[in-house]
């Protein structure tokens, strides 16, 4: 009978403990797939912090870059604001409403973000003309001038402008650099600039060295292709051979006040016109200038405006124009002006500009064997009224006078035999967009002491990053 009665106890026991072993599985169970979801989750945590370490570095890197392309646009731009557009030389509209002249401008060829950190940025610059004019430009002369080889009227027919190609970028947190190519419708290379910029320094100081276009007057540093007109005005052509560049040194210094303040201070090698022959060791060459603007009204809305007087002094060893030859001193001063407006300070659409310069040289020392003590002066103004988004027309009168008053040196390139030489231009252009411009221009032309009327169709394009250019 004990037999018997132990077979049902053994079943009953083993039904109460089917539950209880298949409970402690499922516990071992759930156990490992926590186990194994920590695992899991652990690992993802950690590959996201991996990912999250990366982007942190990314970041700090693209900060750097950005910081140091901001202190680049602040130590090169800070210039008056009011421009054209964002490519001043295309007549784009004016980004917002900013017109403060005394601003950090955020329309300039310095450095500048747009340079995308250490890789350079290229554009190129392609300028070509069509026109006629009753003389021969290769025939020019200026009566009370020597001229440089550069400085004659636009040639007749179909040619090939100044084109250009500049490279230019952030060389690191304290400099930027930039390369200018030119080329010439005679199939000829000439490098037009290429310096190194100071982007960090304290106190509003700027240091540019290299070979670039010296900061006397207003339109002296501003490239060929940013001119309102397609020629240089007759100073800039009898005094400075269209524009002063040369290898040196500028020291530059932007004053920390609300109005718009800065002066500078240039050496040259002294072999760009009119200097000549690296006279004086290789320093042959020294120019100051101090510029002020300001706004008018506020926010802008009455215009802006700025000031500038600038002397260049150079020193010439054997300067050679055609059968010409001249040793001694050049001293330019130059006063400049300019004044911009646009309604509520939007260049968008409309816009006033109002420029002008006045030179004054004094040259003395051997000119074809004969003392020379020769005082010449000259100036140009201009108007330009944008009176539509792309549309544009401008006046311009630029006027040269002066020569030598040496007997001696009677009916040679220095007498000017009484005549004033003058003329008159105006224009009209459209603009396809901030990259593309053609322009119609007519000058009737009287500094050859010759009556020469002249018109001229004229196209320049950007392609590239090409950076906006100075107020």
Known sequence: MRPMR?????????????????QETDVRSVRAEIARMRQDYESRIQRLETRLARAEAASTRTTATAERARRA??????????GNGPHDDQGAPEPGTETQAAAPARQTAA??????GFNPSISVVLNGTVGGSRRDPAAYRMPGYSIGPDARPVDRGFALGESEITLSANIDQALHGALTLSFGRENTVSLEEAFIQTTSLPWGFTVKGGRFKSGIG????????TWDFADAPLPYRAMLNNQYADDGVQVKWLAPTKMFFEVGAEAFRGDAWPASGSANKGFGAFAAFAHIGDDIGAGGEGGSWRLGVSELWTKTANR??????????????IVDAIYKWAPNGNFADRYIKLQGEYFHRLERGVFNGQGLSAVQQGFYVQAVWQFAPRWRVGARYDRVWGGSSNPGLAFGALDPSGRVGARESVMIDYSTSEFGR??????????????????????TVSLGAHGAHNY
């Open 6 to 22: 132990t077979i049902p106890a053994a079943a009953l026991a083993l039904l109460f403990a089917s539950p209880a072993i298949g």
């Open 73 to 82: 646009a602040e130590a090169g731009a800070r210039r008056p604001a009011p």
């Open 111 to 116: 450095p500048a973000g747009a340079d995308r």
């Open 218 to 225: 207003y339109l002296n540093e501003h490239h060929a292709h």
């Open 320 to 333: 050679i124009a055609g059968a010409d030859t001249f040793d001694g001193d050049d001293r330019l001063t």
């Open 438 to 459: 053609f322009r119609l221009q007519a000058s009737l032309d009287q500094s050859s002491g010759k009556y020469d009327p002249s018109i001229l169709l004229q196209y």
